[in-house]
T-cell receptor, first 114, second 112 residues
Framework: NAGVTQTPKFRVLKTGQSMTLLCAQDMNHEYMYWYRQDPGMGLRLIHYSVGEGTTAKGEVPDGYNVSRLKKQNFLLGLESAAPSQTSVYFC?????????????FGAGSRLTVL | SQQGEEDPQALSIQEGENATMNCSYKTSINNLQWYRQNSGRGLVHLILIRSNEREKHSGRLRVTLDTSKKSSSLLITASRAADTASYFCATDGTGGYSTLTFGKGTMLLVSP
């Protein structure tokens, strides 16, 4: 099992450029999440999805958009990248609500915005 | 804002010693989870403890939960160099129980 796969692993953007991070899971999980991790800040939730076709905002959603057109994929988009979005992005998935389930994480995508 | 806060921020010990990390949180929870992150990698789930449990064991890991104090501790016994990693606690309860909120983590260094 591949688990949770994130692409790309590394990306350098210029301010104002756009890009999409792809997250794919092969565990038939209902819930998917995008977090960002910055030094000294821990992980902060950007957006999440509780099922195909659904999305919801997390703690730091501004500047990001997401889509969950297929159950196995969760896309994170940056429409106009800013240096403040330089971070490591982690996708995670869970079988169901986290009240009873755990998260499986991808390996991360390191994004630098110049 | 972080729900859980780990203490200490960093911990340095020798192989064979025990490592204890603490986590405090603010709101009611269904469960509390601990995760490990090796440098440059994704997080890996270690243990989940439910709000009606007080202690849970998994191999060399022991987790306690005190809901009256809104705190948890993670004990790693007989530490090994391979335990060097960052450890995060995470709680539900602030996102309608659909999301986990992570603390800032404790960085553990185990020296041979």
């Amino acid at each position: 099992n591949a688990g949770v796969t994130q692409t790309p692993k590394f990306r350098v953007l210029k301010t104002g450029q756009s890009m999409t991070l792809l997250c794919a899971q092969d565990m038939n999980h209902e819930y998917m999440y995008w977090y960002r991790q910055d030094p000294g800040m821990g992980l902060r939730l950007i957006h999440y999805s509780v099922g195909e076709g659904t999305t919801a905002k997390g703690e730091v959603p501004d500047g990001y958009n997401v889509s969950r057109l297929k159950k196995q994929n969760f896309l994170l988009g940056l429409e106009s990248a800013a240096p403040s979005q330089t971070s490591v992005y982690f996708c995670a998935s869970s079988l169901g609500a986290v009240g009873a389930n755990v998260l499986t994480f991808g390996a991360g995508s390191r994004l630098t915005v110049l | 804002s972080q729900q859980g806060e780990e203490d200490p921020q960093a911990l340095s010990i020798q192989e064979g010693e025990n490592a204890t990390m603490n986590c405090s949180y603010k709101t009611s929870i269904n469960n509390l989870q601990w995760y490990r992150q090796n440098s440059g990698r994704g997080l890996v789930h270690l243990i989940l403890i439910r709000s009606n449990e007080r202690e849970k064991h998994s191999g060399r890991l022991r987790v306690t939960l005190d809901t009256s104090k809104k705190s948890s501790s993670l004990l790693i016994t007989a530490s090994r160099a391979a335990d060097t990693a960052s450890y995060f606690c995470a709680t539900d309860g602030t996102g309608g129980y659909s999301t986990l909120t992570f603390g800032k983590g404790t960085m553990l260094l185990v020296s041979p």
